[in-house]
């Protein structure tokens, strides 16, 4: 995606391999999303995606030698097109999510809301698991919901402020733990000490949250992050980069 700037981001999709089967963590854009219809207001005139299916995480698990079908569970930060638009590619994968998160968007209730998501994304019906903010539990100083049905080894991570139930998705590997934080942020020195970030993408951020507040807040606790913990965003391209490679 082009945001203005000159700092082009990507829709970083996590494969985990489960004993349930594959679980994709987030979906980016789906298979023929450019005939798909229109994407909602702001992502043509300010995100400038460029729609590729041979990117679309459909395509990227079956280049890796795995069956689609094996993908039986979706772990979703939020459900923005860019994170949703897989969703009708993996029609029989069960999709978690927050139910703050399922709620904005599936029962918009502001202008904002029904602006922002795309029902067409999620038509097919979805087997949605969801979960609510049971208090107490924490992982590395943040809140934390575990387990998710069927995937005890991994956790939401509730950092709102994006979106209303934007949450970050953590990965117990059984040799250290991931951290995909979503739209918690979209370039790597926020979360770098001292902080900085490129002043386009800043604003742009801060545009598209529902509260600016409370996502600033969320980020500083990532800053805090024992540094044990990798952790990185759906959109950095560098943190994607240091992954794949
Ligand atoms: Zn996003």
Redesign the pocket.
């Known amino acids: 995606m082009r945001p203005p700037g000159g700092f082009p981001i990507v829709?970083h999709c996590l494969l985990l391999e489960t004993p349930r089967g594959l679980c994709l963590v987030d979906t980016g854009f789906g298979i023929g999303e450019a005939a798909f219809g229109a994407l909602p207001g702001y992502y043509r005139p300010l995100i400038r995606p460029v729609l590729s299916d041979a990117e679309a995480a459909h395509a990227q698990v079956t280049a890796l030698g795995y069956d689609p079908r094996d993908v039986r569970d979706i772990v979703v930060t939020?459900l923005?097109a860019?994170?949703a638009g897989g969703l009708r590619d993996f029609p029989w994968a069960r999709v978690h999510l927050h139910a703050r998160e399922h709620a904005a968007a599936t029962r918009p209730a502001t202008s904002a809301d029904k602006g922002r998501y795309r029902a067409k994304q999620w038509a097919h019906g979805v087997d949605w698991m969801t979960y609510d903010d049971r208090g107490g539990e924490t992982l590395f100083g943040l809140s934390a919901i575990r387990p998710l049905c069927g995937l005890p080894d991994l956790a939401l991570v509730p950092l709102a402020g994006?979106s209303r139930g934007h949450s970050g998705v953590a990965v117990d590997t059984g040799s250290g733990w991931l951290l995909h934080a979503?739209?918690a942020y979209w370039f790597h020195g926020e979360v770098a000490s001292p902080p900085h970030c490129p002043r386009t993408l800043a604003l742009t951020q801060r545009m598209i949250a529902t509260d600016h507040r409370e996502r600033l807040e969320n980020l500083a606790r990532l800053r805090e992050l024992p540094a044990e913990v990798r952790v990185f965003s759906?959109?950095d391209p560098r943190e994607l980069d240091l992954a794949v490679s």
Request: glycine share 10%; hydrophobic share 10%; net charge negative.
């Open positions: 829709c939020h923005d860019d994170h994006h979503g739209d759906a959109h």
